[in-house]
């Protein structure tokens, strides 16, 4: 039986609401939870202060279904467009080492040199070009790029 598997069996399963929030000093977080009598389980109640807990959180609606930040998170970034993306992108050190990992510009070191790279790659002469209009092969180029640096980054983490 691997780790997941038993974390899976020990589970205790819960409804609570955040209560409080507050910073230390030293850069902890306090996170206060208020829990339903009911619902509070007896292996909470007895353990030690101190006993350390894996938690594992869900946002959920009114109806009790769990809230999609993921999907939410890609509209938004959906929404800010092609051009606002790409001068997001270009600033993130990741995404330069993306490109140069990935694409061979050995010169991507800095904001400037990725935003040149992503100009060339599109076929564009300014970023602000992908939010003018015929320019659907552009975004589209934009698209698979950042798809690419998206995939990449999930691979990197594996």
Known sequence: MNHAQRARDNAISFEVKKDGL??????????????????????????????????????????????????????????????????????????????????????????EDAAAAVRQFCGVASRSDFDKPGQNEARLKWHNLDNGFQAWRVAERA
Not at 44 to 62: K, Q
Not at 83 to 104: D, H, M, N, T
């Open 22 to 111: 507050q910073q230390r000093q030293s850069g902890d977080w306090v996170l206060r939870l208020t829990v339903q009598a009911i619902d509070m389980h007896q292996t909470i109640v007895a353990a030690a202060m101190g006993t350390r807990f894996a938690c594992v959180l869900v946002e959920v609606n009114d109806d009790e279904s769990p809230v999609d930040h993921v999907a939410i998170a890609r509209d938004k970034w959906r929404e800010l467009g092609c051009a606002k993306q790409a001068g997001i992108r270009c600033k993130e050190p990741i995404f330069r080492a993306y490109l140069r990992e990935s694409w061979g510009w050995i010169d991507v070191d800095t904001e």
